[in-house]
C-alpha cells in the first residue's frame, strides 16, 4: 500500500474502481463529476489504466474510445493485433501511453502529475 494522500476536499488522490467489468462505473464517477464541475471528462486530472489480460479490455478500450476519453496508459503490453501505424493514430490522437510496468511507482507518480 502507498500513501497517497488526498486532495484538499478530502478526497483521496487514488480511487480503484475495480476490474474492467467496473469501467462503466467509472465512467459514470467521471462523467458525473465533470457535470458537477461544469467541466468535461478530459479536462478532469483524470488517469485511466487498463491491464490488458482479457479480450472484454478490447470492449473497454473501444467505449473508452467512442466516448472520446484521452490520456489512458494501456498494459502490461499492447494488444498484439495492433499494427504500428494503428498505435501511432491512438497515441496522436488519444495520446494513448504503453504502461511502465516494469516501474509501477514511476507510473503512479507520472499518474498523479497527469503526464
Not at 489504466?49 to 489512458?72: C, H, M, P, R
Not at 501511432?88 to 504503453?98: I, Q
Amino acid at each position: 500500500d502507498q500513501q497517497l494522500g488526498t486532495l484538499p476536499n478530502g478526497l483521496p488522490r487514488l480511487l480503484d474502481m475495480g476490474q474492467c467489468n467496473d469501467a462503466y462505473s467509472a465512467l459514470v464517477v467521471a462523467t458525473e463529476l465533470a457535470k458537477a464541475l461544469n467541466t468535461d471528462v478530459n479536462s478532469l486530472p483524470l488517469s485511466l489504466d487498463i491491464s490488458w489480460f482479457e479480450q472484454k479490455a478490447v470492449a473497454v478500450l473501444l467505449t473508452l474510445l467512442n466516448l472520446g476519453v484521452k490520456n489512458i496508459r494501456l498494459g502490461p503490453q499492447l494488444p498484439a493485433f495492433c499494427t504500428p501505424d494503428m498505435i501511432d493514430l491512438l497515441v496522436k490522437t488519444f495520446d494513448l501511453k504503453a504502461a511502465d510496468t516494469m516501474h509501477p511507482e514511476d507510473e503512479v507518480k507520472r499518474m498523479m502529475a497527469n503526464a
